[in-house]
């Protein structure tokens, strides 16, 4: 008596039919989806002055989408459009629209001036770039942060008499405070103290060091120290870090009649924080002035230590644009007024007697 022994196809053939699937797939999203959608994101990136980075986006659609890159500066709040060229030609593009839409930005001989956030933007509505007509479809957007991080200047000298070679290490940023110094090959340490002084020196014989990357406590700082919103609207909060290594994890908290709280992504539906490697935001949607009116500590550590900074919002009235209208309505009231009472009450020009005598001259 014989039993079946079932039979299961082979992998190569599920692999087979696995892309055939993810081809008719890619075929339908083309043919049956019109609006555009992105099938790959550019991705953050971490570089050193001098350096050069590159980030990729692809957008697919019916037709196919045109894809623009736009670029967020740290120290700014709006975004501007990038071209091929820009930035005495540091800036390069090459785009291409075969079956669907490619596009990589080359950045060349970077500096801390291009940290930021650098967004690509597709959208195949034919009135995307009429400059009247508003577009039916809205250009959909995909983001990346590019932080630059200075070198720290490093000095060498010629080998001495004695055969060795002096190191000098200089930190440029005289805002942070220094506790002592630590001189590492690789992971052991090879010498350290505990000076304050911002440059220390190793002399190492028959040995010369090119790089050496300096790392410390991140450097948190407000965008601005005071910000305004209007009652109603969002509120916008932003700290940036420019050091290394770059901060690891973000936390906000608010400064309250009870202490100092923290706020939690999300939290009553209007609290929301967006952080990245160098830069966090934190949103507080519907602004109310006794509410959100306070003081507001962003927080950003990394292995060395944790560092922060303080913002004061002050949220406006809803009424407070009105006012200088106002104002100016009731400096007009008034001024109509002075002058209708001023032309009531004052004497009439004196009439002649004899009315026969003609009319007096104007």
């Given at each position: 008596?014989?039993?079946?022994v079932p039979?299961?196809?082979s992998?190569?053939?599920v692999h087979?039919?696995s ?5 008719y797939?890619f075929?339908l999203?083309f043919?049956?989806?019109p609006?555009a959608?992105f ?9 050193l002055t001098?350096e050069?980075v ?5 957008a697919?659609g019916r037709?196919i ?5 736009w670029?967020?500066?740290?120290y700014?709040?709006?975004f501007?459009q990038l ?9 390069q593009?090459?785009t291409?629209?075969v079956?669907h839409?490619?596009?990589?930005l080359y950045l060349?001989?970077?500096s801390?001036?291009d940290?930021g956030t650098?967004e ?6 034919p009135?995307?770039?009429h400059l009247?007509k508003?577009p039916?479809?809205?250009?959909i957007?995909?983001q990346?942060n590019?932080?630059v991080?200075d070198?720290?200047?490093?000095e060498?000298t010629?080998?001495d ?7 000098i290490c200089?930190l ?10 630590q ?10 103290d ?6 220390t ?5 028959f ?7 300096l790392?410390v406590?991140p450097?948190?700082?407000?965008y601005k120290e005071?910000?305004h919103?209007?009652e109603?609207?969002?509120g916008?909060l932003?700290?940036k870090?420019n050091s290394f290594p770059?901060?690891?994890e973000w936390m906000?908290s608010?400064v309250?009649?009870?202490g100092?709280?923290s706020?939690?992504?999300g939290?009553d539906?209007?609290?929301?924080i ?9 949103r ?6 006794e ?6 500590i ?6 060395h230590?944790?560092t922060g900074?303080t913002i ?14 106002l ?7 008034i001024?109509?007024?002075i002058?209708?009472?001023?032309e009531k ?5 004196d009439?002649?007697e004899d009315?026969?005598g ?5």
């Amino acid at each position: 008596m014989s039993s079946k022994v079932p039979k299961y196809k082979s992998v190569d053939s599920v692999h087979t039919y696995s892309s055939v699937f993810l081809f008719y797939f890619f075929l339908l999203t083309f043919y049956l989806c019109p609006t555009a959608g992105f099938i790959k994101s550019p991705l953050s990136e971490v570089r050193l002055t001098g350096e050069s980075v590159e980030l990729h986006c692809e957008a697919i659609g019916r037709p196919i989408p045109e894809i623009q890159w736009w670029f967020e500066a740290d120290y700014n709040e709006s975004f501007s459009q990038l071209w091929d060229g820009a930035r005495e030609d540091r800036v390069q593009m090459n785009t291409t629209y075969v079956f669907h839409a490619t596009s990589t930005l080359y950045l060349f001989d970077l500096s801390q001036e291009d940290s930021g956030t650098y967004e690509c933007r597709a959208s195949n509505d034919p009135e995307r770039n009429h400059l009247t007509k508003i577009p039916r479809i809205k250009w959909i957007r995909s983001q990346a942060n590019v932080v630059v991080i200075d070198h720290p200047l490093i000095e060498t000298t010629q080998p001495d008499a004695t055969g060795g070679d002096l190191l000098i290490c200089n930190l440029t940023d005289s805002t942070l405070a220094i506790s002592g110094h630590q001189w590492l090959k690789g992971a052991k340490v090879i010498q350290d103290d505990t000076y304050s002084s911002q440059i220390t020196t190793y002399k190492k014989m028959f040995m010369s060091v090119k790089h050496i990357f300096l790392s410390v406590a991140p450097h948190v700082t407000a965008y601005k120290e005071k910000e305004h919103g209007n009652e109603g609207d969002t509120g916008v909060l932003t700290c940036k870090s420019n050091s290394f290594p770059h901060v690891e994890e973000w936390m906000w908290s608010v400064v309250t009649d009870d202490g100092i709280k923290s706020i939690v992504n999300g939290s009553d539906d209007r609290y929301y924080i967006k952080s990245t490697g160098n830069k966090t935001e934190l949103r507080i949607h519907q602004l109310e002035i006794e509410r959100d009116e306070r003081q507001y500590i962003c927080n950003g550590s990394n292995i060395h230590g944790i560092t922060g900074a303080t913002i004061s919002l002050h949220v406006r009235s809803r009424l407070a644009a009105l006012w200088p209208f106002l104002g100016i309505v009731a400096e007009v009231l008034i001024l109509v007024t002075i002058i209708f009472i001023y032309e009531k009450r004052r004497k009439p020009d004196d009439v002649p007697e004899d009315e026969d005598g003609g009319s007096a001259p104007l």
